[in-house]
């Protein structure tokens, strides 16, 4: 059964920079389109970036880009999302995500 699970997430301060990982199982990772979405307290969950099967091209939401980026590493079927210059409004939970499939989320806070 396909399953996502997030890790990484934790307390930072202003500026400061966290790495998400999303592992994977029960997929062969290039043949699917991964995404991250957020969603912070009392707002709807929002893309962040997606990162394409087909070409590894990447797309952002423009409150993160420059400052976020998407990997993967196909060998070890996970999907990475480096955040750098992070700002309080990033905080929020995040979520991996592919075809109907979720990951549990994990908590980013940044806050001084």
């Known amino acids: 059964q396909l399953q996502l699970v997030e890790s990484g997430g934790g307390l930072v301060q202003p500026g400061g920079s966290l790495r998400l990982s999303c592992t994977t199982s029960?997929?062969?990772?290039?043949?699917?389109?991964i995404g991250w979405f957020r969603q912070a307290p009392g707002k709807e969950r929002e893309g962040v970036a997606c990162?394409?099967?087909?070409?590894?091209?990447?797309i952002y939401a423009n409150s993160v880009k420059g400052r976020f980026t998407i990997s993967r590493d196909n060998a070890k079927n996970t999907v990475s999302l480096q955040m750098d210059s992070l700002k309080p409004e990033d905080t929020a939970v995040y979520y991996c995500?592919?075809?109907?499939?979720w990951g549990q989320g994990t908590q980013v806070t940044v806050s001084s």
């Open positions: 995500h592919t075809e109907s499939f």
């Open positions: 029960g997929l062969t990772l290039n043949d699917f389109t």
């Open positions: 990162i394409s099967s087909r070409d590894g091209s990447a």
